[in-house]
Structures are given as C-alpha cells and as structure tokens.
C-alpha cells in the first residue's frame, strides 16, 4: 500500500481446484494486507500530522466505509479520518464509532496480533486452500485480499467488493487459542468475496431493495451466501474446544446454541421470509431491513446461517457436491426451491415454510425460466 507509504505483510495462497469434475481448474490468489492496520498503529501517540487526501483517496478505507457507515451511521469517512487524529493525538474523540480507544489501551497487544498473523501466514494458507477447494465454481483466476480492518468496532469480519476485512481486535495476541477462528473467519470471507465475482449478482445490502420482488431476493441471496459460507467454514469444528479470545467464545457461543435449535431456527427463518414477502413494493426496505437484522445479525446469534448451512447439507446429501456447488450459482430463490425438492430424499431434513417456498415460486417465475435448479441434479 504505497498510498500510505506502509509495507504491507503479504500472505499469498495460490491453489488449483476444481468446482466438478467437468469444471475447468480455478486458480485463487489471495494477499493478506496490513497496511491499515500498520498505518494505525504508526500514528498511535506519534503526534504526526495526518494525511487526510490519502485516507479519503484509498480505495481499502472506501471500500470499510461504505460497508461500515450501513451498519452504524456515525462511522462515516469524516469519523474515520477523526479516529485517525485521535490516534495520533494519542486521545480518544468522546463520539468513538471506531473504538479508538480499545488501541490506545493496547497498542502493544494490537501489534502482537499482526505479528502472530504474519507468522503463521503459510499455516493459513494451505488450510483455508483446503477448505475452499472442494467448492469453487469454475471460472477464472480469483484475486483478492484480506485486510485487517484497524480501527474497526466489532468482531468478525465482512466482504466488500473485491476485499474482505476482518477484525483482530477480539483475538489474543499471540493466537492462543484462535488460530482456527482466525483460519474460519478468513475461509468464510474469502468465501463471500469468491461468491461475489463468480456467483449469481445478489442484492446483499437491504439499502439496495427497492420493491418486493428485491426484498426477497436479498433475503434468500443472504440466506444461500452466508448458508454456504458457513457449509465451506464450519463454526462446528471449535465445538468442544476451550480457551481462544471473544472471537473465538463468540463462534462456539453461535454453533453450541444454534445446533440445539435447529427445528424452531427453520421456523423463525420462514416466518422473517413470510413478513417480507407479505409487504408490498413501498414497505420492502423496511420489512427486508428489520428481517435480516433478526436472523442473520450477531444479537440473535446469526441463527439463519445455520439453517443456510444445513439447506447446503440436505443438497448435498441428497445430490452430491457437485449438485450443490451448481445450485448455488443459481438465483438464489433456486437453493430454497432445491431444499424443498431433496425433502423426499432426505427423511430428516428440516423444512423451511409453503408459505417460503411459494415466495421463492414466484420470484423465480418473474425471471422467465432463468436458471431452475432442475439440471443441477444430473451433475
């Protein structure tokens, strides 16, 4: 990043993978990019003037920005470039929407995680390879970087454009205990920002809906990309394990409660799915808007990427990877239609509503035939 004049550590994974057995190779190439991160920590209590026309100029903080600034509206770019004051003036603003203040008490431990990061970069590349090959689609060569999103005010991470951030705040500094977190959390969204190069265009912020028909497209796209996210990036694998910092207490948390709820988390799903597709093309925003916050935010533990997640698994079950990784790359209204189809091959799968089904009906008969999961089946 010679925006800022910062040497970036960069991580890059480089694999060959198939999306079926008829499916060209696809190539991934991913950096692991510290440029932000390592700007904020150099400004921290440096007293160094901030060069505000870089900051608004790089395509990364625009990219965070615009994400970030839907989720919370105080964090804004003027916010951003005022955190970056703040961090040089080694105080906190009192209006903190990016936790500058978490950095100021802990600059030691925020460099300790880059560190450990850049340290076990080779570790994390070859397992999130592993974990994304079985299902890629085929297509070209897929670039991308993860960034470490310093400063940023929550846990996690999230996909933007070409980019994905994730945040390391909530992770100890050397690891312990996180490094499957960390390897999860970046195989998620490498995942999601794949999904948005090679998979079929989805609504994916509510601020884009702009009738009933967009609602519930962006409501089954989150339902399929984050569904799938979590099949390719299971938080079922730190089930059982202990220690790890708030990121890794916040996955297990999410799976160990979720898995005991899978019945009423399919029913909760359909009923969301319902109210949005009970709106009418003046209401959508709103109805789309107040339904993903209830089943895919962290305040109700994300429960309607479990049942994304199992969707995959019955498809799967049923018709194989292959099949899977077709109807995923569908319109997304196609992965409800296709769960519903697998119902009378797999006895116990978990049903999402007729009246959900009948909503994915009719948003894929207003497409005129375009792509049905149908021919997904002799895959």
């Known amino acids: 990043m010679g925006l800022f004049r910062i040497c970036a550590a960069t991580l890059l994974i480089t694999l060959l993978c198939a999306g079926s057995a008829a499916a060209q190779p696809a190539r991934v190439s991913i950096q692991f990019d510290t440029s932000l991160a390592d700007r904020s920590l150099a400004l921290a209590c440096s007293g160094q003037a901030v060069d505000e026309t870089a900051i608004r100029n790089s395509p990364l903080v625009q990219a965070q920005i615009r994400h970030n600034s839907a989720l919370k509206a105080t964090a804004t770019m003027d916010a951003y470039v005022a955190a970056m004051r ?55 060569r897929y670039n991308g970087n993860v960034v470490l999103a310093v400063p940023y005010f929550s846990c996690g991470g999230f996909s933007f454009e070409q980019y994905f951030f994730i945040d390391i705040a909530c992770m100890n500094a050397g690891l312990e205990g996180d490094f499957d977190s960390v390897r999860l959390l970046i195989a998620h969204e490498t995942f999601h920002a794949i999904q948005a ?76 799915i319902e109210y949005v597709a009970d709106g ?36 799967e079950t049923a018709w194989g990877r292959d099949a899977l990784v077709c109807v995923t790359q569908l319109p997304p209204e196609q992965f409800v239609l296709a769960h519903d189809a697998v119902m009378h091959d797999v006895p116990d799968a978990r049903r999402l509503s007729a009246a959900t089904v009948t909503a994915a009906q009719w948003l894929a008969s207003t497409r005129h035939g375009e792509g049905t999961f149908e021919h997904c089946r002799a895959h």
């Open 86 to 140: 703040a961090l040089s003036a080694c105080q906190a603003p009192a209006d903190d929407p990016f936790n500058v203040a978490q950095i100021l008490a802990d600059r030691d431990g925020f460099r300790a995680k880059i560190a450990a990061l850049t340290a076990r970069r080779d570790d994390l590349s070859t397992r999130v390879a592993a974990m994304l090959a079985p299902y890629m689609p085929p297509g070209p």
């Open 197 to 272: 190069q090679r998979y079929f265009h989805v609504i994916d912020e509510p601020n884009e809906v702009t009738n009933r028909a967009t609602a519930l497209e962006f409501m089954f796209g989150s339902l399929l990309w984050e569904g799938m996210a979590e099949h390719v990036a299971p938080t079922s694998e730190l089930a059982g394990t202990t220690g790890g910092g708030r990121l890794t207490d916040i996955f297990r948390r999410f799976y160990q409660d979720n898995s005991g709820h899978v019945r009423s988390n399919f029913n909760s799903t359909s009923l969301l």
């Open 280 to 315: 009418t093309d003046a209401d959508a925003q709103r109805r789309a808007t107040n339904a993903y916050s209830m089943g895919f935010s962290g305040t109700y533990e994300q429960f309607s990427y479990y049942v994304g997640d199992r969707m995959a698994k019955d498809i």
